[in-house]
Antibody
Framework: QVQVVQSGSELKKPGASVKVSCQAD????????VNWVRQAPGQGLEWMGW????????SYAQGFTGRFVFSLDTSVNTAFLQISGLKAEDTAVYYC?????????????WGQGTRVTVSS | SYVLTQPPSVSVAPGKTARITCGGN??????VHWYQQKPGQAPMVVMY???DRPSGIPERFSGSNSGNTATLTISRVEAGDEAVYYC?????????FGGGTKLAVL
């Protein structure tokens, strides 16, 4: 069974940066986009945007521009989410999930989530 | 921006039918997907394109979508169905999630 594995939990101080990885154990990202979804403690799912694995072009949802950067290393089937200038409100679980660039199909092949805690 | 409205919670006794709604302006013109999320787990698709079930999802799960309301129906509810359910649609250039509905099995 194909898996998507994310990096482990992170504890960061306000103002620091964090980089979360999302690796597929096969070429399941090829031809698709990798979406990022945030879930704050006790809250719902919030779509952050995606990165197109064919073009490398990212697309960011409202509220996720500036401090948030999506990137890829296609040689190892891995997508990255980097957040700079961390704030307490960035404390959340971050998920990656495969999707298509037209939004015609639901998000599949989810990672297990990465918990990022921002605290002084 | 497009808004999806779900009831915060739905309670149902085992063996009964649960209906979870997702409201949105003319949502019947969009394709709705539903996710189930259990504590500590990633979401998983339980219904897509309004009424299609992924392999492995029981026939007890069904979906409909018309007008301003999409509905996920779970028949013969079991204790293992207890989870938070999210609806989702694609709005031109963005994915939109509903706020989630916690299904409590009494």
């Amino acid at each position: 069974q194909v898996q998507v594995v994310q990096s482990g939990s992170e504890l960061k101080k306000p103002g620091a940066s964090v980089k979360v990885s999302c690796q597929a154990d096969a070429n399941i990202f090829v031809g698709y986009v990798v979406n990022w979804v945030r879930q704050a403690p006790g809250q719902g799912l919030e779509w952050m945007g995606w990165i197109n694995t064919d073009t490398g072009n990212p697309s960011y949802a409202q509220g996720f521009t500036g401090r948030f950067v999506f990137s890829l290393d296609t040689s190892v089937n891995t997508a990255f989410l980097q957040i700079s200038g961390l704030k307490a409100e960035d404390t959340a679980v971050y998920y990656c999930a495969r999707g298509d660039s037209s939004g015609s199909d639901p998000l599949g092949f989810w990672g297990q989530g990465t918990r990022v805690t921002v605290s002084s | 921006s497009y808004v999806l409205t779900q009831p915060p919670s739905v309670s149902v006794a085992p063996g009964k039918t649960a209906r979870i709604t997702c409201g949105g302006n003319n949502i019947g013109s969009k394709s709705v997907h539903w996710y189930q999320q259990k504590p500590g787990q990633a979401p998983m698709v339980v219904m897509y394109h309004d009424r299609d079930r992924p392999s492995g999802i029981p026939e007890r799960f069904s979906g409909s979508n018309s007008g301003n309301t999409a509905t996920l129906t779970i028949s013969r509810v079991e204790a293992g169905d207890e989870a938070v359910y999210y609806c989702q649609v694609w709005d031109s250039r963005y994915w939109v999630f509903g706020g989630g509905t916690k299904l409590a099995v009494l």
